[in-house]
């Protein structure tokens, strides 16, 4: 059975780091695109960031980029996000999901965890 | 300010069908287009993926559909459990980035 649990996140002030982990079961990292998802408290979903199954292609959302670093372990088949320089529109549920077919199609999700950034 | 464009809400009785639009430029709907049903409090589900297959498990209640610039979500025989939010989603060619529309809710009447 194909599972994502997320962990990581929490209440950390601005300017501050956390790294979110998302350990895979059912399936090996290596041969999917893995992508984070985030969704602010009572808004739409946002894409994050996306990884190919070798980790040598990444992109990043405009609004991350230059502040978040997305990563894959193979030995553990964990997902990662370093999330530096956190903003309080940062907010939010951050969701790892594995893309399949021909497009951009998220069909494993895991649970989410809360990132929460305030001071 | 999502660059995919959906209608915030939609409703129709149960039973009725219901269609929700996605619309966008070349740039990301000339891509393969997504669905997907987000009940409270849960990760979204994918309905359809490359713009009309439905995974094993999803009704043919749901369906899906491409023109040029536009997508759109059909469901039909609406029942109260579809009562959700509902978003489409892309990969964007100019941006290099993934792309949601920014969601519609769907009241079963």
């Known amino acids: 059975e194909v599972q994502l649990v997320e962990s990581g996140g929490g209440l950390v002030q601005p300017g501050g780091s956390l790294r979110l982990s998302c350990a895979a079961s059912?399936?090996?990292?290596?041969?999917?695109?893995m992508h984070w998802v985030r969704q602010a408290p009572g808004k739409g979903l946002v894409w994050v960031s996306r990884i190919n199954g070798d980790g040598s292609s990444t992109n990043y959302a405009d609004s991350v980029k230059g502040r978040f670093t997305i990563s894959r372990d193979y030995a553990k088949n964990t997902l990662y996000m370093q999330m530096n320089s956190l903003r309080a529109e940062d907010t939010a549920v951050y969701y790892c999901?594995?893309?399949?077919?021909?497009?951009?199609?998220?069909?494993?999700w895991g649970q989410g965890t809360l990132v929460t950034v305030s001071s | 300010q999502s660059v995919l464009t959906q209608p915030p809400s939609v409703s129709a009785a149960p039973g009725q069908k219901v269609t929700i639009s996605c619309s966008g430029s070349s740039s990301n709907i000339g891509n393969y287009v997504s669905w997907y049903q987000q009940l409270p409090g849960t990760a979204p589900k994918l309905l359809i993926y490359d713009n009309n297959k439905r995974p094993s498990g999803i009704p043919d209640r749901f369906s899906g559909s491409k023109s040029d610039t536009s997508a759109t979500l059909g469901i039909t025989g609406l029942q109260t459990g579809d009562e959700a939010d509902y978003y489409c989603?892309?990969?964007?060619?100019?941006?290099?980035?993934?792309?949601f529309g920014g969601g519609t809710k769907l009241t079963v009447l």
């Open positions: 989603g892309t990969w964007d060619n100019s941006l290099s980035a993934g792309m």
């Open positions: 059912g399936f090996t990292i290596s041969s999917y695109w």
């Open positions: 999901a594995r893309s399949v077919g021909r497009g951009v199609s998220f069909d494993y």
